[in-house]
């Protein structure tokens, strides 16, 4: 499975952006999005269930950031409001073959190469 971020860039504090993830190569159970900001270790943001689209979000984005997928163009897409300087990090699209703990990042098989996103106070 390949994955392909877009969207990513610099905004000011409050605005939006939307970040895109296409999947190519095969299938999986779930896909989600990860970020790694400068000195701090990765952490999980929110993922869905490919099938059931069951969403899962850390407790920091929810009510400001939307994830959502087209099953039928394979891409995963993550909405991101009210956007804090906080959320400044290289997102991560991941992909996962199999249901289980969508927060942990070892149960993810396929990564994207990242994109980055800068919010500005």
């Known amino acids: 499975v390949q994955l392909v971020e877009s969207g990513g860039g610099s905004v000011q504090a409050g605005g939006s952006l939307r970040l895109s993830c296409a999947a190519s190569?095969?299938?999986?159970?779930?896909m989600g999005w990860f970020r790694q900001a400068p000195g701090k270790e990765q952490e999980f943001v929110t993922a869905?269930?490919?099938?059931?689209?069951?969403?899962y979000y850390v407790n920091s984005v929810k009510g400001r950031f939307t994830i959502s997928r087209d099953n039928a163009k394979d891409t995963m897409y993550l909405q991101m409001n009210s956007l804090k300087p906080e959320d400044t990090a290289v997102y991560y699209c991941?992909?996962?073959?199999?249901?289980?703990?969508?927060?942990?990042?070892?149960?993810?098989?396929?990564w994207g190469q990242g994109t980055q996103v800068t919010v500005s106070s």
């Open positions: 190569g095969g299938t999986f159970h779930g």
């Open positions: 869905i269930a490919w099938s059931t689209g069951t969403t």
């Open positions: 991941a992909a996962r073959n199999y249901g289980g703990n969508y927060y942990r990042r070892g149960e993810y098989s396929y």
